[in-house]
């Protein structure tokens, strides 16, 4: 079992829409989460980060974390063909204090 | 505000050459991380420097060595390049588990091994 899973995608959604994107973690000491978008060829940038179950929201991203099922979720809303990009979840291990990232989703926004 | 800087941005070696990446970041971040990416397989830690003075393997650190020269400065080296190791590297800083502060990239090396 992969220690972080996300869809490779693509996640096409026309423009919008509500673009959901999902990632299950194995790690139960993981403490934090953090939400990166990478376009192509560029380096990751962070967009959101959630430490508390429930949801977190700014601006057009809510990310949701379910600490009990492993789970955590962004949401776009209203999204934008500049949303097109891949989307990285990466939990934080207190222990080792490193980040662990995902493989990626890539979304696809259509105007 | 520069933030992670690495250089060079492009490379290109032949297969047994050395070479060293740098990397400065001037956030004041105690924690600086080395990663590859290659295509399918995400971001891959090679080596992490939790503080000044200390350095620890990460998930792929075979082929490689890393410095962290000061509290700014942290470098990986490439003794006996290989064309397993054409990749896309970055480096990045911040990321405590104390703090939860988020990690910032630099830009990137593209690398290739003939």
């Known amino acids: 079992q992969k220690e972080v899973e996300q869809n490779s995608g693509p996640l096409s959604v026309p423009e919008g829409a509500i673009a959901s994107l999902n990632c299950t973690y194995s790690d139960r000491g993981s403490q934090s989460f953090f939400w990166y978008r990478q376009y192509s060829g560029k380096s990751p940038e962070l967009i959101m980060f959630i430490y508390s179950n429930g949801d977190k929201e700014d601006g057009r991203f809510t990310a949701q974390l379910n600490k009990a099922s492993q789970y955590v979720s962004l949401l776009i809303r209203d999204s934008q063909p500049s949303d097109s990009a891949t989307y990285l979840c990466a939990p934080l291990n207190t222990g080792f204090q490193k980040l662990v990232f995902g493989t990626g989703t890539r979304l696809l926004v259509s105007p | 505000n520069a933030g992670v800087t690495q250089t060079p941005k492009f490379q290109v070696l032949k297969t047994g050459q050395s070479m060293t990446l740098q990397c400065a970041q001037d956030?004041?971040?105690?924690?600086m991380y080395w990663y590859r990416q290659d295509p399918g397989m995400g971001l891959r830690l090679i080596y992490y420097?939790?503080?000044?003075?200390?350095?620890d393997k990460g998930e792929v650190p075979n082929g490689y060595n890393v410095s962290r020269l000061n509290k700014r400065e942290f470098s990986l080296r490439l003794e006996s390049a290989a064309p397993s190791q054409t990749s896309v590297y970055f480096c990045?800083?911040?990321?405590?588990?104390?703090?939860?502060?988020?990690?910032?990239f630099g830009d990137g090396t593209r690398l290739s091994i003939l």
């Open positions: 420097s939790a503080s000044e003075g200390t350095t």
């Open positions: 990045a800083s911040g990321g405590t588990a104390i703090s939860n502060q988020p990690q910032h």
């Open positions: 956030m004041n971040h105690n924690s």
